[in-house]
């Protein structure tokens, strides 16, 4: 037996992008603007038209995650060049090799692309941040950095995840895949998924180093 889906609402993915594009009124150009001159715009084909406004929507640089601030790891490199101009990637979105007691908020493929709130990402980023700090404070750590090995296990399962997704698709183009072809923004999980993912910090996860004072003790 089919059954019918559920009445409701239909714009949850579509906030009526295609009803515009079928108004005989709007005419959908992919044409490459070339030049700006007065009230007229003319592309790469040579075709002008007629404009009153210009609206500039030239957003913003997903890819690059590090442009404002250095931070640099033990080894002495920065967080951008480990990153890679365009290749980001953290464990959970929130730690990264080589770089301990630093965790990052709305990291590498947290964006939730397929729906749902970012807000409700960091809040488990930070329920997740917390649970570690507190387990620092119990265990005397000074510091804690997640395993190499356990980083790449990660970026290979949310590699796998999107290559059965739509955004890895040929076809697709957007600020989310970097030059080589991965997904590098969006998030392949479900909320629940995810959730599950940060409940608890896992130490065995990490390279675990107790604090100065503690070390200075068990040197004597």
């Known amino acids: 037996m089919c059954r019918r889906p559920p009445a409701g609402p239909t714009w949850m993915m579509d906030k009526g992008w295609y009803r515009m594009q079928r108004n005989p009124e709007v005419e959908l150009v992919d044409n490459p603007i070339a030049e700006i001159s007065g009230q007229t715009v ?68 947290l964006q939730p692309g397929h729906g749902g709130s970012l807000i409700f990402v960091v809040e488990m980023q930070v329920r997740y941040v917390m649970d570690m700090i507190a387990k620092m404070c119990a265990e005397g750590l000074g510091s804690v950095e997640v395993r190499r090995d356990v980083h790449g296990a990660y970026r290979g399962r949310v590699d796998e995840a999107h290559e059965h997704m739509v955004w890895t698709h040929p076809g697709m183009t957007s600020y989310y895949r970097n030059e080589a ?7 392949p999980w479900r909320n629940a998924d995810y ?8 130490l065995d996860d990490y390279v675990c180093e107790p604090r100065i004072a503690d070390r200075e003790l068990i040197a004597d």
Do not use: C, H, Q
């Not at 084909?45 to 590090?66: K, N, P, W, Y």
């Not at 072809?181 to 998030?187: A, C, D, K, Y």
């Open 42 to 109: 003319r592309t790469a084909s040579g075709t002008e038209r007629e404009a009153d406004v210009l609206v500039l929507a030239t957003g913003f640089d997903m890819l690059r995650f590090i442009t404002t601030y250095e931070a640099t790891g033990r080894s002495g490199r920065s967080l951008r060049e480990s990153w890679g101009d365009d290749d980001a990637s953290a464990y959970l979105g929130t730690v990264t090799p080589d770089f301990p007691n630093f965790f990052t908020l709305y990291g590498p493929n």
């Open 181 to 187: 072809g991965r997904i590098v923004v969006n998030s």
């Open 195 to 202: 959730f599950d993912m940060t409940k608890e910090a896992d």
